[in-house]
């Protein structure tokens, strides 16, 4: 199946991380007037370990963004004295990212899980809200104002932002990190083999794992 060749639909940064939309059936997205409902976008490691309580989660994919192992990490898959590398996502008018919608409602809720990504998530420097789709053949979002956790390119904003390296070298970094939270190859097998389960391939992320797996074999 063809997850390439859909037009772009670009981020919509806001100042507050609030969206006021609720869930209802697959298709359906209406205006909750009954409290406020948040969505947050999951392509990292969210996806096999959210870590906050959350009500209903959505496989599907938002549109014009690439995942790319471009972003330093100090805190949980490296140190300071040798970063890992996470994804992040850059823009691609050509690309659809897939991943997991993942619904919290009620304020508490809400600012629990707030408090508990902002911690987890502070590498990253843009927070901005995307519309996410889960039908390959609609050009309707299933659910709008998903929050997503980005990482800046510019290096003057974004200190841990590494960017694109030959594979061999990318590999190889990863191969060696190792955080708090883990090795940096066990984020990267974890994340692979959960897009399987979605039924995602991404060649680039294929070739990562085998040359991976050769170091470490």
């Not at 697959?26 to 996806?47: A, D, I, K, P, T």
Request: glycine share 8%.
């Amino acid at each position: 199946m063809d997850r390439s060749n859909f037009s772009w639909v670009g981020v919509q940064e806001l100042v507050v991380l609030r969206s006021n939309f609720s869930w209802v059936g697959v298709q359906e997205l209406v205006v909750s007037r009954q409290g406020m409902v948040l969505w947050v976008f999951g392509y990292g490691s969210l996806l096999w370990r959210a870590g906050f309580e959350y009500d209903d989660k959505l496989v599907g994919f938002v549109r014009g963004y690439k995942r790319v192992f471009h972003q330093g990490n100090t805190d949980h898959r490296g140190t300071p004295d040798y970063p890992g590398r996470t994804v992040t996502l850059e823009e691609d008018p050509d690309s659809v990212c897939w991943g997991i919608a993942f619904c919290v409602r009620g304020e508490e809720k809400k600012s629990i899980a707030l408090s508990y990504l902002e911690l987890r998530e502070k590498e990253y420097d843009i927070r901005a809200y995307v519309d996410f789709y889960t039908d390959l053949h609609s050009t309707h979002p299933s659910v709008s104002g998903v929050l997503v956790y980005l990482a800046s390119t510019d290096q003057k904003r974004n200190k841990y932002y590494l960017g694109r390296a030959p594979l061999k070298e990318m590999a190889c970094q990863i191969a060696k990190a190792v955080g708090p939270s883990g090795s940096n190859a066990d984020y990267l097998f974890e994340l692979h083999k959960c897009l399987q389960k979605m039924g995602c391939k991404e060649e680039e992320l294929d070739n990562l794992v085998m040359e991976v797996q050769k170091l470490l074999s």
